[in-house]
């Protein structure tokens, strides 16, 4: 293994990481080794990847040093924040510029930053379509990722900006999945109204992720990702064969929805009606074939759905 570059993964053991990490240990002759980078090297996850020949590493977000440690000797480097962890727009901002800087320290070659739109450059705080949150963002783990991509830029670090997109994996890790209403029927509930919304597996992008760092062509370019571009109804419908019962599509407004209470309601909210009111951007810039071309086993919503319909707890 001397010979492989090293691919450092913040967020191994998470949706993103854990696919990026499969893709290198799925491909032994691609010249490339994983190294997870965890908070908790004891973790069972943790020692699940280290059992299968991945270099394990423990470091901090918060902390800058320990993370120049971690990637150190490394090739490439794939970074991700985890917003919903701590909601907060300037603490994701903060580890983004401590992975900037020390991917600089540590010399790395290609550097892939998980990162989406800023919604404010189109839909300034003085657009009052939708709220303003948190004082100052319209969709705080949208912006917070977008305003800190300058962190990479300005280290002048060989970076890929990697525009993700809705996981289908929200279906069970955020409660997104089919319903049980007051008659009995199932349904899914998003305010995108009739428009299209761009949505992958969540491993899909970490293999995308792969397919870059293959392609050094790729340095100083924005690549924006979907697995499929789908309407509530056809996710319904979907569904529905999936489960082999039906599963409708229950379109609220945005404003009903950033009503629901629970924990980052608002700022999903915002998400959703930026989805339906600047469809046309958002799933413009996310081509399939670029997203295909870097991972062939890309996969659909109902390939995805065959695989992970029994995560979904039918409620």
Request: glycine letters at 10%; hydrophobic letters at 40%; aromatic letters at 12%.
């Amino acid at each position: 293994m001397a010979d492989k570059k090293i691919i450092a993964v913040m967020g191994a053991t998470g949706s993103q990481g854990s696919g990026l990490i499969r893709a290198i240990l799925d491909d032994p002759n691609g010249g490339f080794q994983a190294r997870a980078i965890t908070r908790d090297v004891n973790s069972e996850k943790a020692k699940a990847l280290a059992k299968q020949g991945v270099q394990v590493v423990a470091a901090d977000l918060d902390d800058e040093k320990s993370l120049e440690r971690a990637f150190a000797g490394a090739y490439g480097v794939y970074c991700v924040t985890f917003f919903w962890a701590h909601f907060s727009p300037e603490k994701e901002q903060a580890h983004a510029r401590n992975m900037a800087t020390a991917a600089k320290h540590a010399g790395v070659k290609h550097v892939i930053w998980s990162t989406l739109e800023d919604t404010r450059k189109l839909v300034p705080l003085s657009d009052n379509r939708m709220p303003t949150l948190q004082g100052k963002y319209k969709c705080p783990h949208f912006d917070s990722k977008g305003e800190a991509d300058h962190f990479f830029t300005d280290a002048g670090l060989p970076v890929t900006f990697l525009l993700t997109t809705f996981y289908w994996d929200n279906m069970y890790l955020f409660g997104m999945g089919p319903k049980k209403g007051p008659d009995g029927k199932y349904a899914i509930t998003f305010p995108v109204g009739d428009k299209r919304m761009s949505g992958i597996a969540a491993e899909d992008i970490g293999k995308v992720a792969y397919g870059i760092f293959k392609k050094p062509e790729y340095i100083g370019k924005r690549v924006a990702i979907a697995g499929e571009h789908l309407t509530g109804k056809q996710m319904a419908e979907s569904l529905s064969k999936a489960f082999g019962t039906e599963v409708r599509y229950n379109e609220v407004s945005p404003d009903a929805y950033r009503k629901f209470g629970f924990p980052g309601a608002e700022d999903l909210g915002n998400m959703f009606q930026y989805y339906r009111d600047f469809e046309t951007q958002f799933v413009g810039a996310r081509d399939l074939k670029v997203a295909r071309s870097l991972n062939p086993a890309l996969q659909t919503f109902d390939q995805w759905l065959a695989k992970n319909k029994s995560r979904i707890p039918l409620e």
